[in-house]
């Protein structure tokens, strides 16, 4: 019964760097608490009713002192603020060449997608050594992806994409769990993460029945939509071309410039008024009710593979 | 305000504390007013930035002309509100009632103008909820702008039927004498209280009704 | 005032026997005690609440209430403990009492007002009550939306709307105290001679009214959203739900302050008083307060690193949630230096304050870890937040009101309680609460998230470690309630100042009559807790 952990696993590169600072900290508190709470006791018991100290020459005010005691603390937290921002940077800036998975939250469950097709409900396969970005979005309410062993959490909203990216360094079997409270069933939302040897990925993507691709079943809900009947390859009269779009700056009809990134396109399906590429008209009909989540997904992965030229967001 | 009948209440020293201890609270009253308007006016902002053009298609289905009219008459509810503080600092009871009777019609001709504008907008299906109906393209950003347009209008609707309920009830104090040039405290406060409505309606016209139209 | 001169007249207490004299007073002593009853009632259906939460996660799996029911437990322990219990606690009850003590006035500035904020408080709470038991709410006393405006079971718009009730009291009250400490302070107590708990109910005035409004304002829409279907914060329609965050930890980041600030108040009394020294540094220490309100504005965004929010704004938060540290660090070293050469009794109020710096220290140390973005990310909505958030206000707020409650006990009552049962419930208090909380800390570094049903099993052990230290803390809460009545029982027993305190509150007599001072003291003294040692004297 005692042998409980007292300590997470550390699967991640990035979790060794996030202990570091939670070491520090720890440190940090058991120094300032043990200083006070040993001033605490020797002044209760040194200085107790009974006892017969001296107290002369008491004092009750020393600007020094309370320098001392503001500005140490100042500066350490400063420390800890840069040290601890640069490590919240790399956690937000996904190396270019990561792959990219999709993940859908819904009450309550999560709902997987790999590039290559693949799906998987509450469970997450990932080859180790490879950095992976996680594209995600809610169906309903706001979920929160959490990997404890990986030390990175965000939360998943509805109405737009969030993203975080790890990369995993022991194979083994890790929880995933939603964090954010999302209803009845919030603590059934869990599930693993299978951290995988490359091959072993690749022998598990191979086997699982992927399907088509993501990008290949985009195109295939883009034809079915028929929006290629307006978004040719060279720009026409009724909508713009798709060609080299994704990372690129788009000019606006109200004169504003926004980057082609993942919500921008989503927007642009779901609310076509919302943000209108200069020169053209609002033709297009809001698709909001009429596709699900996994085929926007799709859809916003097709659009992405037409942007080869230059990429700017990975 | 929650004053003592027309003397210096027991835990007072003199007038002056009491007066001076009034003002502040009132004052302070105000600050949480300002923060009130202040959080639906900021969600207001961040929404009008994100759909500008919708906010300004919906912005040009309201009456600037019933608009302008219902500040008009604010503002000279103001004015008429000035003078029965006026009244009260000197002593003039009959014309303290009359000025507050004023402004009570004044007060409610500006509801019934918006009684009038809510009922256009019933009519035109303009309420958010599942009867919603805008034409055209920005039907989402619409629907967003009037749930500010009758959230914020309502509340201050509310704040203005608040407000004539008060100068009832100064009224019924006035007529029975209540108020002298030493003591008019709550004539005062019901001033300040009947001012910042009416500032809170001139930052609302342009927001809702003018918009559009820079 | 001389002992004999005031028997004359009757106390507060026995200045009136109907239930109009109760129900319709306009006292701010009375009003104090009906304060603490409706206060303490709502801290034991709140405490109750949490006694079955405890329960149920005594196993991993569900097996006391359904998961429904679990989801809203947590809710309700939530609003009656942090909305019914920890925000009116010390400034409705002991502030009430003691604000026109202190400064030498007779009364509050609007003695109506302040009864009318009772009733309010009642009003919300009853509304509250009626629909947590009614079918209850399962949001989270957060009511992030969408959830709780188009997906979440149950009552929320009356629980809104019984919230927002209450803040119309908080806000009275707090009203109340600005007018009062800046128009009504005895001649020649100025400023900078006022008890650092005078400038901690003003800075959580000053808190209130900022804040207050803010939620207000945020939870009326989304009762409009929830009935109407507006969509101000639904994405489904446009809105966007990080929006109602922002909104609501603008106030509810601040509310943790007007928790905790007035406990900060008690405690600066306590020690100087048990110290028989003036406080250290008490000009920093009151701007520390002030510091600390100012801050509490500029931090929300800390609360929402992993929300979705940019890199930029979590940096500037983060770096802003730092600063709160400094005052923080002031109070507690400035806290422990009183002590420091003082002749120090050890009396039930002062062990709460011990306790109190203790714990209060280990909660914003581990707020380090959570204004640390990258531990933060790790760590927030896990059981470290809420280990953290309790040593603040329950270690932290509730040692606080429970210092001054045994402090000023024989003031408000005129009786002495149990000495050796006071002590031996503030050492349970203490054991209990660090067995229930500390193991959470471990939990939630494990990554357990909070506000689960059912958990994996290798949390287990922690969580029973947990549960048994809430039994405990449980049966401390129950402890005072009785010997505290119990002391009712008895004649009257203490003289105007049982402590040898300083302050103008212990020169009148125990209890107060209902005009609190004969005549309106006039402040000579240089400085507040000029106590009687040798240093006082020579400065």
């Keep these: ?314 | 305000m929650d004053k003592p009948q027309s003397t210096v209440a027991h835990h007072f020293e003199d007038m002056d504390q009491q007066r001076e201890a009034g003002t502040l609270g009132m004052w302070a009253f105000l600050v949480t007013e300002i923060m009130f308007f202040g959080g639906v006016f900021a969600a207001y902002a961040i929404y009008h930035h994100m759909y500008p053009e919708a906010f300004g298609e919906a912005s040009k289905t309201l009456s600037v002309v019933l608009g302008a009219t219902n500040t008009a008459v604010l503002i000279c509810s103001s004015l008429t509100m000035a003078f029965a503080v006026r009244s009260a600092q000197l002593n003039q009871r009959k014309r303290l009632v009359g000025f507050l009777i004023l402004t009570i019609i004044l007060g409610s001709a500006f509801l019934g103008i918006k009684a009038v504008e809510y009922s256009h907008k019933i009519h035109e299906h303009h309420v958010p909820g599942a009867s919603f109906v805008f034409e055209g393209p920005h039907s989402g950003g619409a629907e967003l702008f009037f749930s500010f347009y009758f959230a914020m209008t309502g509340l201050h609707a509310l704040h203005m039927v608040i407000g004539i309920g008060l100068m009832v009830w100064l009224i019924v104090k006035a007529q029975r004498g209540r108020f002298s040039s030493e003591y008019h405290a709550p004539v005062e406060m019901a001033g300040l209280y009947w001012h910042f409505v009416d500032i809170v309606w001139v930052f609302l016209f342009p927001l809702l009704y003018l918009i559009s139209r820079a | 005032m001389s002992n004999p001169a005031v028997q004359h007249q009757k106390d507060y207490i026995h200045a009136g026997y109907g239930v109009k004299s109760w129900f319709l007073t306009v006292d701010h002593k009375r009003i104090a005690l009906l304060y603490l009853i409706s206060i303490t009632l709502f801290f034991f259906v709140g405490g109750f609440f949490a006694v079955l939460l405890r329960l149920e996660l005594m196993t991993p799996q569900g097996d006391i209430v359904t998961a429904e029911t679990y989801n809203k437990l947590f809710t309700m322990h939530g609003i009656a403990m942090v909305f019914f219990f920890l925000i009116p606690s010390i400034p409705a009850v002991l502030g009430n009492f003691l604000v026109p003590m202190m400064i030498g006035a007779r009364d509050l500035a609007f003695p109506r007002l302040n009864l009318l904020s009772w009733y309010l408080y009642n009003f919300g709470g009853l509304f509250t009550l009626y629909a947590m038991i009614n079918g209850g709410v399962d949001t989270g006393w957060t009511f992030y939306a969408p959830y709780s405006s188009s997906y979440a079971l149950g009552n929320v718009v009356p629980v809104v709307i019984g919230v927002f009730i209450l803040g119309f009291s908080s806000i009275l009250t707090a009203i109340n105290f600005i007018a009062t400490i800046h128009k009504m302070r005895a001649p020649g107590l100025t400023w900078f001679k006022l008890p650092l708990f005078i400038w901690a109910m003003y800075a959580t005035a000053i808190i209130t009214i900022l804040g207050t409004p803010v939620v207000a304002i945020t939870l009326l829409l989304l009762g409009f959203e929830r009935v109407m279907g507006a969509g101000i914060f639904d994405p489904a329609l446009g809105g966007d739900p990080i929006l109602f965050q922002h909104l609501f930890w603008f106030y509810s980041h601040p509310a943790v302050y007007i928790m905790v600030l007035p406990s900060m108040g008690v405690i600066s009394e306590v020690v100087t008083c048990f110290a028989r020294k003036q406080i250290f540094g008490y000009r920093s220490m009151a701007y520390a307060i002030m510091g600390i309100a100012a801050l509490s504005f500029l931090v929300w965004g800390h609360h929402m690193f992993v929300s979705g929010q940019s890199v930029y704004a979590g940096m500037v938060f983060s770096a802003l949630s730092f600063l709160v540290a400094i005052p923080s660090a002031i109070k507690v070293f400035n806290w422990t230096a009183t002590l420091y050469k003082g002749t120090i009794e050890f009396k039930t109020p002062v062990l709460y304050a011990f306790g109190f710096i203790g714990l209060f220290t280990i909660g914003g140390l581990t707020g380090l870890f959570l204004a640390s973005l990258a531990t933060d990310v790790h760590l927030t909505d896990t059981y470290f937040i809420v280990a953290h958030f309790h040593y603040i206000m329950v270690g932290g707020a509730v040692m606080g009101y429970l210092a001054g409650l045994h402090f000023w006990w024989p003031k408000i009552t005129g009786r002495m309680y149990n000495e050796a049962w006071a002590k031996f419930s503030a050492l349970i208090l203490f054991v209990g609460f660090n067995l229930t909380f500390f193991p959470q800390f471990i939990l939630g570094y494990l990554g357990m998230p909070r506000r689960y049903y059912v958990y994996p099993p290798e949390f287990q052990v922690l969580n029973v470690m947990s549960t048994a230290g809430a039994s405990i803390l449980g049966l401390g809460y129950l402890i005072p309630m009785i010997y505290l009545l119990w002391s009712l029982r008895k004649p009257k027993d203490v003289g105007p100042n049982p402590w040898n305190a300083t302050g103008l509150e212990w020169t009148t007599s125990s209890p107060p009559t209902t005009h609190n001072f004969d005549q309106v003291p006039v402040v000579t003294a240089e400085g507040p807790y000029l106590y009687n040692d040798e240093e006082a004297k020579v400065g």
């Design chain 1, 1 to 314: 019964m005692w042998n409980f952990p007292l300590i997470p696993d550390r699967a991640s590169t990035i979790a060794g760097e996030v202990d570091a600072i939670y070491y520090f900290l720890t440190f940090i508190s058991l120094f300032f608490g043990g200083i006070i709470v040993i001033g605490l006791l020797y002044s209760a018991i040194r200085y107790r009713k009974a006892s017969k100290s001296s107290r002369a020459n008491a004092v009750h005010d020393h600007l020094g002192l309370e320098l001392a005691w503001s500005l140490i603390p100042l500066a350490i937290s400063i420390g800890i603020f840069v040290w601890s921002s640069r490590v919240f940077i790399n956690m937000h800036v996904a190396p270019k060449d990561a792959m990219e998975i999709y993940v859908v939250g819904k009450q309550w469950m999560w709902k997987i997608q790999h590039p290559q097709g693949n799906r998987e409900i509450n469970t997450l396969h990932v080859p180790v050594g490879k950095p992976v970005k996680l594209i995600m979005t809610s169906q309903d309410v706001i979920h929160s992806f959490y990997i404890p062993a990986f030390r990175i959490k965000q939360d998943v909203l509805p109405g737009r994409y969030t993203t975080q990216w790890f990369e995993a360094t022991t194979p083994g079997e890790y929880h995933l769990f939603c964090a954010e409270y999302c209803g009845t069933s919030h603590s059934g939302m869990i599930g693993k993460v299978v951290v995988m040897e490359p091959a072993e990925y690749e022998q598990w993507l191979a086997g699982s029945g992927g399907g088509l691709a993501m990008t290949t079943s985009g195109q295939q809900v883009f034809q079915q939509f028929g929006c290629q009947t307006c978004h040719k390859q060279e720009a026409g009269q009724r909508g713009p071309s798709l060609e080299g779009l994704f990372g690129t700056q788009v000019k606006l009809a109200n004169g504003q410039t926004v980057l082609a990134d993942q919500d921008y396109i989503r927007e642009s399906i779901l609310n076509p008024s919302a943000k209108v590429v200069a020169g053209f008209q609002v033709l297009m009909p809001m698709y909001r009710t009429q596709l699900t989540q996994e085929q926007l997904n799709q859809l916003v992965e097709y659009v992405k593979s037409l942007g080869t030229t230059k990429r700017k967001e990975g």
